[in-house]
């Protein structure tokens, strides 16, 4: 392998994601402090800043929580720094106390706040809109298209947020940050000095946020001049058909138009709020047919409907408001087609349909510990005749326990609400409540909800199955890594909370921790079980090639009970004309289906390779 | 200008093989798009890598437009074949990975399914696990099915560029290993079948 493309020269062009992208902009731009709280899709910018910001002469740190990066970033810019912190859409929701005062103190340091949406939820609960937070937060908002443009408009960003005084938020989508495309690289800014001032709009009681708001409002004046507005827009085609876009969605009008054998004239903005509405406008005077296209929305076409509205411009307009453009999910070329059909009036032909074959879940790896933990509090549940548990569970892989055969997942909102929620199933509930929450998402937000539950007398069993990392966006430190991090002990946290009945066990080793489970189904208050036992894939990271085991099973052995397929089915396992099977290159060698309390008849044996 | 759908599972080393085509790619100048799609499990999950070579800014392909499916298992060949466009071919290493949700109900993979589907297509076997395993080095078979696509001259690339992909993209130690899995991949199609393409 080649040095890291990321850390390339000038000029020199490499196939990029888009978050490798980003990352590459951060840099180029001079900044000198990012955070993040990792978040799919905008993990990978952690994994390289992590792995590169020694050398890209970036204090880089993963913060416990997205509102706790907002704040170590915040106080960069307002110290001179350029600074950048990072998140999935939904972090921003956790930010958002914090990132709704940004604007009133500013940013000296230019500083940019990255958010990468999930339409369509491919590994999300929701699929906000974020740029509606930035206009919310009176905050500039900035949308590229491509891995080329975000990495472009991150430095073009840093440019902006200084020379009006004022944070920015780019808002990606998964179709961009998890796209890879050729990027040319640039040249790279000089870092700022750190250059702290005491300032009155850095706090934000009454009388100074009173203040600060003639200074959003002129800031945000400044945005309005064509300066900005030509470094982000572009137009271009010629037609009395006007397609207003942006982001992602921008990618797919092209080729729509060109399968339609029809024309538009294309505007793209980049700068979404503040609208460059003069310009807008003039474009929508020049058109009679205007549709609005949008990934996410209706975002641009509500601001400027209402311009239009409060300047009595009247042309047939197409959008999310009018029902022309579907309002839910990601687009892409088939169902820009789809609409611009309908509004160009011409008939396509329907598509080949996708044939019904079984679907492929997503599934805990082979040698999943959270697989073990799940089995044992079943079986648990099973043997102390707990027919109907309410289980609130969390945010992480372990969320994958809501599915067959443990079926454990009642409750799933955001992070830390397996918590949140067990307190209000515990005030009203009759039913024994087992929730689960991952290490990491404990440490992001569950320890305020579980203070509560102590505080307040809940009485329920919370399972933190700590596996040492945040497994699900590709395996980052958590508060229990060290070194060079100082190690937060989670049993340490719990006990510190009051909490008397806590219990530890190890996944792996069904009969004891079979036995510990029982025993903390058995208390009649608060009780903690910190199942502890390392994520597989981190394991297998580490694992030398001489010793990989892995397990069969002695058809002669087998007694057809099919438990280990119907309880604790792990992926590696198959059937074939009614026999179980191991598949060697998925079996992880983890041995735990090899156990009694799996297979009764001992047919499952390790081998040697 | 090319449209290909890698399709497989998560941990068969789609992602790489894809992204070794793309570095080609842009070795030769050319604009390419890829999608990585990442879902909630880490292993086990369908994956589905679109690739795009040419003057595209979607890198989804539309529906009935792929030029070709590249295949790492047979269900999810069977699976994106809503994307491949009339003649077009599918490439496929011969790998079962049961979902889940089948074994647990206690049901054998659905050959028929899959080979009544496939019936409908111009499908190519390639059996890079096996030239793998015959250049004892399990891990290769990806670099094999390099060398397959490249044999249909789909792609639009030079050899040399996707020897140099191989190379950025992997650790020396394995370059040796990995350009002969190339080379074999290349010869691994009938001929008739590669140049009528």
């Not at chain 1, 970036?58 to 001179?80: D, H, M, R």
Request: hydrophobic letters at 40%; proline letters at 5%.
């Amino acid at each position: 392998m080649q040095l890291d493309p990321l850390l390339g020269p000038e000029g020199q062009t490499e196939f990029l994601l888009g978050n490798e992208a980003v990352a590459r902009g951060v840099y180029e731009a001079g900044v000198s402090v990012a955070t993040t709280y990792p978040g799919t899709p905008s993990s990978e910018i952690g994994d390289i800043l992590y792995r590169l910001s020694d050398r890209m002469g970036i204090k880089f740190e993963f913060a416990t929580n997205e509102k706790v990066a907002l704040e170590i970033a915040a106080v960069a810019s307002l110290g001179g720094l350029r600074s950048f912190v990072f998140m999935k859409h939904v972090g921003l929701n956790v930010a958002m106390d914090s990132f709704m005062s940004l604007s009133g103190a500013g940013a000296k340091g230019g500083m940019v706040v990255f958010s990468a949406d999930d339409p369509s939820m491919h590994s999300s609960q929701n699929e906000q809109d974020n740029r509606f937070l930035g206009k919310f937060a009176k905050i500039i908002v900035i949308e590229p298209s491509s891995p080329q443009e975000l990495k472009d408009f991150v430095v073009s960003a840093f440019d902006l947020s200084e020379e009006v005084g004022h944070p920015v938020l780019i808002r990606s989508v998964t179709r961009i940050s998890h796209i890879r495309a050729p990027v040319k690289l640039g040249n790279l800014r000089e870092k700022r000095e750190w250059d702290y001032r005491k300032d009155t709009s850095y706090v934000l009681l009454p009388e100074n946020a009173y203040k600060a708001q003639t200074s959003i409002v002129n800031r945000l004046d400044k945005v309005n001049s064509s300066k900005f507005r030509d470094r982000f827009n572009i137009a271009y085609g010629s037609s009395s058909t006007l397609i207003i876009t942006s982001g992602a969605a921008y990618n797919y009008i092209d080729e729509a138009l060109q399968m339609l054998n029809v024309r538009a004239r294309i505007l793209k903005i980049g700068l979404s709020f503040p609208l460059d509405m003069e310009g807008v406008i003039q474009e929508i005077e020049r058109a009679d047919t205007v549709v609005f296209i949008e990934e996410g929305g209706p975002f641009l076409e509500e601001q400027i409907l209402s311009t239009c509205a409060l300047r009595s411009i009247n042309r047939k307009f197409h959008g999310k408001l009018n029902g022309a453009v579907p309002t839910s999910y990601e687009m892409d070329v088939d169902r820009v087609v789809g609409f611009l059909s309908k509004i160009y009036g011409i008939q396509i032909q329907t598509k080949n349909p996708v044939p019904n074959i079984p679907v492929r879940e997503p599934v805990l790896c082979p040698g999943c510990p959270h697989r073990a933990t799940y089995y044992v509090a079943t079986l648990a549940m099973k043997q102390k005749g707990i027919k109907h548990p309410i289980a609130p569970t969390d945010i992480g892989c372990y969320t994958l326990g809501y599915y067959e055969p443990y079926g454990l997942g009642d409750f799933c909102f955001s992070m830390g609400s397996s918590v949140g929620s067990s307190s209000g199933f515990a005030m009203n509930s009759k039913e024994k409540i087992v929730s689960f929450i991952g290490d990491s998402t404990f440490f992001h937000a569950g320890i305020p909800a579980l203070v509560n539950a102590y505080h307040n007398n809940h009485n329920f069993l919370l399972v933190i199955m700590d596996n040492s990392v945040t497994a699900m966006t590709g395996g980052q430190p958590t508060p229990e890594s060290s070194p060079p991090f100082k190690r937060v002990d989670i049993e340490s946290v719990v006990r510190g909370i009051g909490i008397r009945n806590i219990f530890s066990m190890d996944p792996y080793d069904l009969k004891n921790s079979l036995e510990t489970f029982k025993k903390a189904l058995s208390t009649d208050e608060l009780a903690v079980i910190i199942s502890k036992r390392e994520c597989a894939l981190e394991v297998d990271k580490k694992k030398p090639l001489s010793e990989l085991t892995i397990f069969q099973i002695d058809q002669d052995k087998c007694n057809q009970c099919y438990n280990c397929i119907r309880n604790f089915a792990c992926a590696a396992f198959y059937v074939e004309d009614g026999k179980v099977k191991i598949d060697p290159e998925l079996c992880d060698g983890c041995s735990v289906c090899s156990e009694p309390l799996v297979c009764p008849f001992n047919a499952i044996e390790e081998v040697k390779t | 200008m090319v449209s290909i759908v890698f399709a497989g599972v998560g941990g068969q080393g789609v992602i790489t093989v894809a992204m070794i085509i793309g570095r080609a790619a842009v070795l030769e100048g050319k604009n390419v798009l890829m999608t990585e799609l990442h879902g909630m499990a880490q292993r086990g999950g369908k994956i589905s890598v679109e690739v795009r070579i040419g003057d595209y800014k979607s890198a989804i392909i539309p529906g009935g437009t792929a030029d070709a499916i590249v295949a790492f298992e047979e269900l999810e060949a069977v699976r994106n074949v809503a994307k491949l466009k009339e003649g077009g071919i599918i490439l496929l290493s011969r790998r079962k990975i049961h979902p889940v949700s089948m074994t647990m109900k206690n049901q054998n993979y659905p050959d028929e399914l899959i080979q009544n589907e496939l019936n409908k297509y111009t499908m190519m076997n390639v059996e890079a696990d096996q030239v793998a395993l015959e250049l004892g080095y399990k891990r290769v078979a990806n670099t094999v099915m390099v060398g397959a696509v490249y044999s249909t001259g789909l792609l639009g690339l030079r050899e040399e560029s996707l020897i140099t992909a191989i190379k950025e993209s992997l650790p020396e130690k394995v370059w040796k290993v990995n350009l002969l899995a190339f080379e074999h991949g290349k010869r691994l199609l009938p001929v008739e079948a590669a140049s009528s393409l």
